[in-house]
C-alpha cells in the first residue's frame, strides 16, 4: 500500500478516464458489475470529503487502539467487573471518547464525570448508525482504501451482504437526534429527514439476513433476532454471544482472519458485566460484530487489557446449538443509554461569529428506505448480461428504479419479503426461477445509497444539458472561446451528493474545463516546424503526462508514451481474436478517415486495477491516434506565459459573487426541469433551491514579532511595509557573497548591490559589497564554471547570487544542483526581469534581501506558540519528474520555541516504498538535532502532513502513526505526546462571506468546524490567506491524532498561526509554513536536484 | 428487439448478424447519401449511434420505438461529443427519438429520404402488417425503404431452435412469404424491391438462403404522394417526442461566426507575433532604422506593419491559412463576414485587421496589492500574550 501517491479525490485528472457514460447510461436498468464497481469505486472516493449529518462521528476506538499509548483510557477497560453496572452509564459515554480521540483515551480518562453525563442525552444517535456505517465498509477495505476500521484484515471477506445485514440490527436505535443539534445553525431543510428517519426503525423489522451470512444466521439461532426491537439494551448481550460466536466461528471460519478473537477474548454470555467500559463496547461490538470482521478487530485489540483470568473457554457448543442462554433481560435496561456515542467534539469557540455559506446545498430524502435484495436464479444462470436481460424483463415488478448488480439488488420501494419470477434462459429455453428475497432496510441517508444518488445525480445533470467531460459536467453551449490560444473553456461543475456532520448535501463546485481545438497531430506540427532537430524530445516533454480526449468517444487519457515506432497502418487484436489496422478500424466503426497515415501513436496505460472479482486484472496499453486525440488543460507553454494566462485566469478565477450565482443558477435548472426532477424522485431526493448558509468563526488576529517591533496583522492579513521597516528577528551579516551576472545584466547587477546597501540597514542587516563576477556569456556552464572556481578559490563564500536572463530551468537547475549537493551553499538565482524595473527595484531589492537572509539561517518574524517544548513539523510529498514515479517527500521540523528555526530534510522513494521509511530518519535526525539545540527533547510534536486523501487517512493513522510513536522508542524513556494533522488543499469546499445580500470572501482566519466537516474525525477547514481574486478555498485539517490532548480551539489557532510563518510571504498563506517549506523543498529536489541536498544545509531555508 | 436472437447465432456468424444488418444500412447509406433517415424500431438505438459516426449526408437521424424503456436507455450515447463541440461539422445534424407504433400516421415521419426497419414486422401481428405497408409506403413515402426479417428456412440451421426465433416473434417468413408481401406493396404504393440479406449460411446449405432477408425499396421516379404530404401538414402529432438533439454545426450563423474570427484571429495572432520576432532581431542588429513605416507607404500592402500602437495585419496574409480558406470559400466572404464582427477591428480599407500592441507594459499581479498605501487601521488587538494553552490542555 503505497501511501505515497497523492490522491486528489475530486479533481484528479487522470481517474476520469474510464466509461462514466456507460455507467450512468445502464445503471437503472441494470448495473454491470463493472460498471457497478465503478460507480461505488468512484462514489467512496469522491465521498471522501463527507460525512454523514445525522450520523454522530463517533468512530468506534477498537481499530485505533493499538497505538493508545498507555493511556488512562485504558484504565477503564481493566476495571472490575462489579462496577459494570453501576457505572456503565458514564463509562460508555467516555467510550467514544477513546475511540474517537485516537490517541485522546488519555483525555476520557481525565475527563470529569459531567461531560459523559451530558453526553448521555444524545446517546441514542450515534451507535446505530455506527453499525451501519460499517456495514458498507468491507468493500472499501477490499480496495485496500482503508476506511473501515477494521482495515486491518486486508483480505475481508467479501460477505458484503452479511455485513449489510447485520448493520440493520442497530438500525433502530439508529434514529433520531440530530447530531449537531446543539452547535451551530441547522438548516431548516435538514430537519425533516430526521424526522422522516424516524419511521424507519418498525421497518427495520423486516430485516431478513442474508441467507449466505452464516453469522447472521447464528446470531439469529443465539436467539437475538433482528425483528425484535431489542433497543439498546441488547447490545451487551450482543456482544457476549459475538464474544461467544467468534470462539465458536474460530474453527469454522479460519479464513476470516479473526480467530485470536476467539481465543483471547471468548465472552461468554455472562460476559457483559466484564469491565465496565466493555459495557459500552459491548454494545458497539454488538452492532458490529455482525457486521463483518470489522467488529472483531477490536477482539485482538482490546484483549491484552484484560486480566487474562475471566477468559472462559469459548462455548463453542452453545453458540452453534441454537438457543443461546443470554441472559437478555438483565442487560437490556442500563445498556440503553449507553448506546450513545456523540459527536466528535470538533467545534471551538475562539474568535468572533461570522455569516459564511458553503457551496453545499442540503438534500432531502424523502423515501422512508431503500430496499436491498438478494437475487438468486435457479438453476444458476452464469452469464451476467443474462441476469441482467431477465431482471429487465422484470421490470413491471421491480419498477424502472433499479440498480442491480448481478446478485444484489437495491429498490426504493418495497417488494412481499420474498419474490418469484419465472424467466426463460434463451440459450437453451429452460425455466429459470429468480428469488427476490428481501435482505436489509436501509435508511435513506445510508451510505450505501449513495452511489446510487450519485448515479442519478449524473443523470440529472446531463437532463440539464451538461456534458460529461472526465469526470465533472461541463456547459458547453456557454463556453468561452479564446481563439487567440485556440481553446475554449467550458464552465461547469463538478458535483457529488456527500454525507457530513450535518446531513446529506450536494456538494457543488463551479470547474471549467480547458479544451483545446486543435488535435495533438495538429501541435505535433506546430513543434516540428519550431524545432526539427529535437521534435522528439519535445513531443514528449509537452504530451506525456497530458490528457487527451477523442473524436470517437467521449473518454480522456492520459498520455504515458509516445510509440515512434508506430503508425496507423499498424493492426493490433480485438476483442473478437481479430486483426485489424488503425486506420480499418476507424473507418468501419467511426467512419473517419485518417488523413495522416505516418504519424505515431499515443500510449496510454491504465492503472493496474483488478476487475471485481478478481478475476481478471486489467493491463496493456490503449493506443490512440494524434490526429483523433485532442488535448485538454491549459498547454504548458501558456502557463509561463504571463499574459495570455491573464486572458485564462479573467474567465476561471471567478468571485465569490459568480460562484454562487453559478451553482443558483444550476439548482434552478434542475429545480425546473420536470425530468431532472423526476430522476431525483425517483430514489425520493430533493435539492434545496438554496446553498448552505450556517455561522463560522474568525480566529482572533495574531501579533507579528519581529526583533523589537511587534503589531498585530491587518485585516488583510499583509505585513509587507513593516518586514522592511523593522530589523527581522535575526540577520547573518553577510561578509562574503559572490554575484554572478553576464556582461548584459552588469548594470542590472550594480544596480541591485547598491540597492541592496541602502534597503538592507532598516532590516537589520549587516552588507559588505560583494565579490563580482562578470560572465562572458550566460551559458550554463559558463555560469557553474566560475561558481565553481569561485567556490573553490574562496571557501568562505556565504552566498551566491546568480543574475539570470529569462526563464531557464536548465540553468536555474544547474545552479542549483550546484549549490545545494555538489557545493553546498546558499544560492539565490534572480531573473534579470524582475531587477530590470527602476521603480520596483526598492521593493524588490527588499525582498530578495529577506529571502537571502532566511537561506543564510537568519529570522524573520514569529508569532507567539503558548505552548512549550514544542516541535511543529511539515511534510510534503512531490513527484519527481524525470525519474518516473518516484516521489520525493520534503519534511520541515521547527528546532526552537520561536518557531524561527528549521531542519530540513528531503527523501525520495520508489513507488512501492513507504513514506514512513524516509519519514522516521529525517524524524530521528530532527530530535536529535533539537536535542542539539534544546538539550532537551520535544514534548509535544505536532505533524502537518500534506498530500493525504481521504482514502488514505486510514492507513496515515493505523500504520504511519504507530511507526512514528516507535521511533521515539529510540530514545529512552522518551514518549512524546503526537499530534497529527493532515491538510488537504485540494477540496472542492469554498467558503463564502454574506454581508449586504451579497457574498464574498471570508477573511483570513475564517474556520469551520462543524455542519460540512467529516463525521468520522475531528477536522475543520480554515481560511488563513485572504483573497484578493477569485473565492475563498479554505484547507482542510483533519485531525488523525491527538496525544497531545490540543482541544479544536488549539488545533484550529495553532494552525492558523503556523500559516503566518512562511517567511517568503509577508502575510498568511494557505497551509501552514511548514508545509509550505516542505513542499517547496521536496519541489525542489524533485524537479531541480534530482537528488538530496547536502547535509549541511539541514538547518537553513536554503531552498526558499 | 433486433439483437435478442443473437446470443443463439452469436456463434454461426462473425460480426454478429446484427452488426451485419448495420452494416448494411451503413453501406447503402454511402452509397445513396440520404439526407432524412429514420428508423423504425429502433429499440435501443443501436443502429443510430452507428449511423450517427457514418453520417455521410445525414442531416435528420430520426428513431421511433413503443418501448419508452428501451429508448431511453442509451440515449445519451447519441448527444454530442465534446469534438463535435470544438470542431464543428459543416453539416447540420439533429437526431430526434420517437415514442409511437408503427401503425399509426405521424406527420413528423413523412419526408423522409430512408426508413430502416430492421427485425420489426415480424414482431406485428399478421393483420397488422398492412396497416403498417400502408403507413411506411402510402403515408410516409420515402424515397428508399430498407425492411429484414428472419427468413424461417434458415430456422433448422439454427442449433437447438424451437419455433420462432424470439419469443415475441408473430411470425417468421420464408423467403417466398417475404417477396410476395414486399411485391405486393410495389405494385400498390409505387415502389420497385430489391431481395438481399445478410447471414450466410455455412457450408453447402446455401440454398435456404440469407438467416437475415433484406429488402431494399425504391420510391418509383416521379411517383410520389405529395398531395398528402401538404394535407396533412396540419394533423396533430401522435408520437410523442423523448429526445431531440440539434448537434452544433457551422450552418449556424453563431457558431460559424466564432469559428472563423478565431480562425482568423489566431491565424493574425501568429502573424503578428513572427513580425514582432522580426521587428526585434532588427532591432538587435541595430541595422533597421525605420522599422514603423509611416502609413502611407504601406496602405493596401501585404506586409504586417506597425502603425502607432497597433499591428495591422493585411487579410490577404490572413487568408492564406488553410482552415480559413475552408470556411470562407473567397476572401470577400471573408472580408463581408469580418465586417459586422465585433471581434475584429479592421482598418477603414478594410483590408487589414488591426491587432493591439501590448508592448511592454506587464503588470505583475502580486505587487498590485502595494498600491493600497496608508491602508494600516489597526485592527481589533487581541492580546494573546496572557494566553498559555499548557495549563488548557492540563
Known amino acids: ?1104 | 428487439m433486433c439483437r435478442n436472437g443473437s446470443d443463439r447465432m452469436a456463434a454461426l456468424f462473425s460480426p454478429p448478424l446484427y452488426l451485419q444488418r448495420y452494416q448494411f444500412v451503413i453501406e447503402y447509406v454511402k452509397r445513396f447519401i440520404p439526407r432524412k433517415v429514420i428508423d423504425l424500431g429502433c429499440a435501443d438505438c443501436g443502429l443510430l449511434r452507428k449511423l450517427k459516426f457514418h453520417r455521410n449526408a445525414i442531416e435528420v437521424l430520426a428513431g421511433v420505438d413503443i418501448d419508452c424503456a428501451a429508448l431511453r436507455e442509451r440515449v445519451n450515447a447519441l448527444a454530442p461529443l465534446t469534438i463535435d463541440y470544438l470542431q464543428p461539422s459543416p453539416r447540420p445534424l439533429t437526431i430526434e427519438l420517437y415514442q409511437g407504433s408503427v401503425t399509426e400516421r405521424e406527420p413528423c415521419t413523412q419526408g423522409f429520404d430512408l426508413v430502416t426497419c430492421m427485425e420489426l414486422i415480424e414482431h406485428l401481428q399478421l393483420w397488422e402488417v398492412e396497416g403498417f405497408s400502408n403507413v411506411v409506403f402510402g403515408y410516409m413515402n420515402p424515397c428508399a425503404v430498407i425492411i429484414s426479417t428472419p427468413n424461417v428456412e434458415f430456422n433448422p440451421l439454427l442449433p437447438g431452435l424451437r419455433g420462432f426465433r424470439n419469443k415475441d416473434h408473430k411470425f417468421e417468413w420464408t423467403r417466398a412469404e417475404f417477396q410476395t408481401w414486399a411485391l405486393g406493396v410495389c405494385m400498390e404504393y409505387g415502389y420497385s424491391v430489391e431481395f438481399t440479406g445478410v447471414g450466410v449460411a455455412p457450408g453447402q446449405n446455401r440454398d435456404v438462403g440469407f438467416c437475415t432477408q433484406i429488402a431494399v425499396f425504391q420510391r418509383d421516379a416521379g411517383v410520389s404522394n405529395g398531395p398528402v404530404n401538404n394535407a396533412v401538414q396540419m394533423e396533430p402529432t401522435v408520437y410523442r417526442l423523448l429526445y431531440r438533439v440539434v448537434y452544433p454545426s457551422l450552418c449556424d450563423n453563431n457558431i460559424f461566426q466564432r469559428t472563423l474570427v478565431c480562425q482568423v484571429l489566431y491565424r493574425a495572432e501568429s502573424l503578428k507575433r513572427e513580425f514582432e520576432l522580426g521587428e526585434q532581431s532588427m532591432q538587435s542588429d541595430l541595422t533597421a532604422c525605420a522599422h514603423s513605416l509611416p502609413p502611407d507607404v504601406v496602405a493596401g500592402s501585404t506586409v504586417v506593419y506597425r502603425h502607432r500602437s497597433h499591428v495591422f495585419v493585411p487579410l490577404q496574409h490572413v487568408w492564406t491559412d488553410p482552415k480559413v480558406q475552408a470556411l470562407c470559400g473567397n476572401i470577400h466572404r471573408l472580408r463581408q463576414a469580418l465586417m459586422d464582427d465585433s471581434r475584429v477591428q479592421l482598418d477603414t480599407d478594410r483590408d487589414a485587421i488591426i491587432l493591439p500592441d501590448e508592448g511592454e507594459e506587464e503588470e505583475d499581479e502580486e505587487e498590485t496589492g502595494e498600491c493600497e498605501e496608508g491602508n494600516l487601521t489597526p485592527s481589533p488587538v487581541i492580546d494573546n500574550s496572557e494566553e498559555d494553552w499548557e495549563t488548557e490542555i492540563g
Open chain 1, 1 to 1104: 500500500m503505497s501511501i505515497l501517491l497523492e490522491h486528489t479525490p475530486i479533481n484528479s485528472k487522470s481517474r476520469g478516464t474510464d466509461s462514466e457514460t456507460e455507467v450512468i447510461s445502464h445503471f437503472f436498468y441494470c448495473i454491470n458489475v463493472n460498471d457497478f464497481q465503478v460507480a461505488v469505486e468512484r462514489e467512496q472516493e469522491l465521498q471522501s470529503e463527507e460525512m454523514d449529518p445525522n450520523r454522530p462521528p463517533v468512530p468506534p476506538g477498537a481499530a485505533r487502539m493499538p497505538w493508545l499509548p498507555p493511556a488512562a483510557g485504558r484504565g477503564f477497560m481493566i476495571d472490575p467487573p462489579p462496577l459494570g453496572r453501576a457505572r456503565g452509564l458514564a463509562l460508555a459515554a467516555a467510550e467514544p471518547e477513546t475511540g474517537r480521540g485516537r490517541g485522546r483515551a488519555s483525555a476520557a480518562a481525565s475527563e470529569p464525570p459531567v461531560s459523559p453525563f451530558g453526553r448521555g442525552i444524545s446517546l441514542p444517535v450515534p451507535e446505530a448508525q455506527v453499525g451501519i456505517a460499517r456495514g458498507m465498509l468491507p468493500p472499501v477495505e477490499q480496495k485496500g482504501l482503508g476506511r473501515a476500521r477494521g482495515s486491518l484484515f486486508t483480505s475481508l471477506e467479501p460477505q458484503v451482504g452479511m455485513g449489510r445485514g447485520a448493520s440493520l440490527f442497530m438500525e433502530p436505535l439508529a434514529e433520531p437526534v440530530p447530531p449537531v443539534k446543539s452547535q451551530m445553525l441547522q438548516l431548516p431543510e435538514a430537519v425533516p429527514g430526521f424526522v422522516e428517519e424516524k419511521k424507519t426503525p418498525e421497518k427495520t423489522e423486516v430485516d431478513i439476513p442474508d441467507p449466505g451470512s452464516s453469522l447472521v444466521s447464528m446470531i439469529r439461532e443465539l436467539g437475538i433476532e433482528p425483528s425484535k426491537s431489542w433497543g439498546r439494551g441488547a447490545a451487551p448481550m450482543g456482544r457476549g454471544s459475538v464474544g461467544g460466536l467468534a470462539a465458536a466461528h474460530q474453527s469454522l471460519v479460519s479464513s476470516v482472519g479473526f480467530s485470536s478473537v476467539g481465543a483471547e477474548e471468548p465472552f461468554p454470555e455472562g460476559m457483559t458485566l466484564r469491565g465496565t467500559s466493555f459495557v459500552g463496547r459491548g454494545m458497539v461490538g454488538a452492532g458490529r460484530a455482525p457486521v463483518s470482521p470489522v467488529g472483531f478487530s477490536r477482539g485482538p485489540i482490546a484483549s491484552p487489557e484484560l486480566p487474562p483470568g475471566p477468559i472462559t473457554p469459548p462455548p463453542v457448543s452453545v453458540a452453534l446449538a441454537g438457543p443461546p442462554p443470554v441472559p437478555v433481560e438483565t442487560t437490556v435496561a442500563p445498556v440503553k443509554v449507553e448506546a450513545a456515542r456523540e459527536p466528535l467534539k470538533k467545534a471551538g469557540t475562539k474568535g468572533n461569529s461570522i455569516t459564511i455559506g458553503a457551496n453545499y446545498i442540503p438534500i432531502r430524502c424523502k423515501n422512508e428506505a431503500v430496499f436491498q435484495y438478494h437475487v438468486t436464479f435457479t438453476p444458476n444462470v452464469e452469464a451476467l448480461s443474462m441476469r441482467f436481460g431477465m431482471m429487465k424483463d422484470h421490470r413491471s415488478t421491480t419498477g424502472e428504479v433499479v440498480a442491480f448488480d448481478g446478485s444484489i439488488l437495491y429498490l426504493p420501494k418495497r417488494l412481499d419479503e420474498v419474490v418469484h419470477l419465472k424467466a426463460e434462459r434463451k440459450t437453451d429455453n429452460q425455466e429459470i426461477d429468480i428469488k427476490i428475497q428481501m435482505t436489509k432496510v436501509l435508511p435513506p441517508h445510508c451510505d450505501l445509497c449513495i452511489p446510487f444518488y450519485n448515479v442519478v445525480l449524473r443523470r440529472v445533470m446531463k437532463i440539464v444539458g451538461l456534458k460529461l467531460v472526465g469526470r465533472d459536467h461541463y456547459d458547453p453551449s456557454n463556453a468561452i472561446v479564446l481563439g487567440k490560444h485556440r481553446l475554449q473553456v467550458w464552465p461547469g461543475y463538478s458535483t457529488c451528493i456527500k454525507e457530513t456532520d450535518g446531513g446529506l448535501y450536494l456538494g457543488v463546485d463551479v470547474s471549467h474545463k480547458v479544451l483545446r481545438n486543435d488535435s495533438v497531430l495538429n501541435i505535433m506540427g506546430v513543434i516540428y516546424q519550431q524545432s526539427p532537430e529535437h521534435f522528439q524530445d519535445e513531443c514528449t516533454k509537452e504530451f506525456v503526462g497530458a490528457i487527451v480526449i477523442t473524436r470517437y468517444n467521449n473518454r480522456t487519457y492520459r498520455i504515458d508514451d509516445i510509440k515512434w515506432s508506430k503508425s496507423p497502418k499498424d493492426s493490433f487484436t480485438l476483442a473478437d481474436g481479430s486483426e485489424t489496422t488503425f486506420i480499418d478500424y476507424y473507418r468501419k466503426n467511426y467512419g473517419i478517415t485518417v488523413k495522416e497515415i505516418d504519424q505515431p501513436l499515443l500510449v496510454h496505460r491504465p492503472k493496474e486495477r483488478s476487475k471485481p472479482g478478481g478475476k481478471q486484472i486489467i493491463t496493456g496499453e490503449i493506443l490512440l491516434l494524434p490526429e483523433l486525440s485532442f488535448m485538454t488543460g491549459i498547454p504548458e507553454k501558456m502557463r509561463k506565459d504571463f499574459r495570455a494566462m491573464k486572458d485564462l485566469t479573467v474567465h476561471i478565477n471567478v468571485s465569490a459573487e459568480q460562484h454562487t450565482h453559478s451553482i443558483k443558477q444550476l439548482l434552478q435548472n434542475i429545480n425546473s426541469n420536470p425530468e431532472a426532477l423526476n430522476e431525483l424522485q425517483r430514489w425520493g431526493l430533493e435539492i434545496s433551491p438554496e446553498i448552505l448558509m450556517t455561522q463560522g468563526r474568525t480566529l482572533p488576529m495574531e501579533t507579528i514579532c519581529l526583533q523589537s517591533a511587534s503589531f498585530v496583522s491587518s485585516s488583510s492579513a499583509d505585513w509587507s511595509r513593516e518586514v522592511v521597516r523593522d530589523a527581522s528577528i535575526s540577520s547573518i551579516p553577510l561578509y562574503c557573497w559572490a554575484v554572478f551576472y553576464p556582461r548584459r545584466a552588469a548594470e542590472q547587477a550594480e544596480e541591485l548591490v547598491t540597492m541592496f546597501g541602502k534597503v538592507a540597514g532598516p532590516i537589520g542587516i549587516k552588507l559588505e559589497r560583494p565579490i563580482r563576477v562578470e560572465l562572458r556569456d550566460d551559458r550554463t556552464e559558463t555560469y557553474v564554471k566560475s561558481i565553481q572556481s569561485q567556490l573553490t578559490s574562496e571557501p568562505n563564500v556565504q552566498l551566491v547570487v546568480c543574475i539570470i536572463t529569462g526563464n531557464r530551468d536548465d540553468l536555474y537547475s544547474a545552479i542549483k544542483k550546484l549549490c545545494c549537493v555538489q557545493s553546498p551553499c546558499p544560492s539565490q538565482a534572480i531573473n534579470v526581469r524582475t531587477i530590470s524595473q527602476p521603480q520596483k527595484l526598492r521593493s524588490i531589492a527588499q525582498k530578495i534581501l529577506l529571502q537571502m537572509n532566511c537561506k543564510l539561517g537568519g529570522e524573520l518574524w514569529t508569532v507567539s506558540v503558548p505552548l512549550k517544548h514544542l516541535m511543529v513539523i511539515g511534510v510534503d510529498v512531490h513527484h519527481d519528474v524525470s525519474k518516473k514515479k518516484r516521489s520525493v517527500m520534503g519534511f520541515v521540523a521547527s528546532l526552537n520555541s520561536l518557531l524561527t528555526r528549521w531542519y530540513s530534510r528531503v527523501t525520495f522513494q520508489m513507488p512501492n516504498e513507504e513514506i514512513i521509511n524516509g519519514f522516521r530518519v529525517c524524524l530521528l535526525a530532527a530530535l536529535q538535532k533539537y536535542y542539539e539545540m534544546n538539550h532537551s527533547f520535544p514534548e509535544k510534536i505536532v505533524i502537518y502532513r500534506d498530500g493525504v486523501s481521504d482514502g488514505q487517512l486510514k492507513t496515515v493513522e493505523q500504520y504511519e502513526i504507530p511507526q512514528i510513536l516507535k521511533c521515539f522508542e529510540t530514545f529512552p524513556n522518551y514518549e512524546p505526546k503526537l499530534t497529527f494533522i493532515v491538510v488537504q488543499k485540494r477540496i472542492s469546499t469554498t467558503l463564502y462571506s454574506y454581508g449586504g445580500e451579497r457574498f464574498g470572501t471570508p477573511p483570513p482566519g475564517t474556520v469551520l468546524d462543524h455542519t460540512v466537516t467529516n463525521k468520522d474525525w475531528v477536522d475543520f477547514f480554515l481560511m488563513a490567506h485572504s483573497i484578493r481574486q477569485g473565492c475563498g478555498l479554505p484547507t482542510h485539517y483533519i485531525s488523525v491524532y491527538n496525544t497531545a490532548n490540543l482541544t479544536p480551539d488549539h488545533l484550529q489557532r495553532l494552525t492558523f498561526k503556523m500559516c503566518h510563518l512562511y517567511w517568503n510571504w509577508p502575510g498568511t498563506i494557505r497551509v501552514p509554513a511548514p508545509c509550505k517549506y516542505a513542499h517547496k523543498l521536496a519541489f525542489l529536489s524533485g524537479q531541480y536536484l534530482h537528488s538530496e541536498p547536502a547535509i549541511q544545509l539541514a538547518d537553513k531555508l536554503y531552498f526558499l
